[in-house]
């Protein structure tokens, strides 16, 4: 008997990341204290896709009549600890710098992790860094993603 199996698109940045996070495990901060976190396997087929949100070199963002529903879909995956992915895109004159960023659930809560891609047109995506966020703020203006690493807090803004 043959099996149909659907899966949604998932990039592979995104896959190799959550399975590397999920191999290995990883460290939080959590109330002043660290905790070692162990993550839940992730299955593709429950994955949200919550768009991209780019810049163009002059800081404007790129598709301001969706950036809010982006932001509001990948803020609710993360209050539901759902695993979700939403990726924020800057760019220069000839420069790319994508976030990647993924909800991803362990045993005790979700976490939000950053892989940072830098890249020179034309050369491809380079992997600059990979971190772990503490959260999310979202306001009107902007969704801001706390504390990644030496990232520090990425601010997303939503208008022009």
Known sequence: MNKTHSFRFISLPLVILACCLYLTGCTYQS??????????PISS????????IALFPNAKVVDAKTSSRKAICFTQSYQYCKLASLLFSTSGVDTITTHTFT???NQ???IITDLVQFRVVPMPPQNTGNYICTGLSLTKNALSVLHCGTEGSITIPLHN
């Open 31 to 40: 109330s002043s204290q660290v905790q070692a976190a162990t993550l839940t």
């Open 45 to 52: 087929t429950n994955h949200q896709d919550c768009g991209t």
């Open 103 to 105: 909800v991803v659930k």
């Open 108 to 110: 005790l809560h979700c």
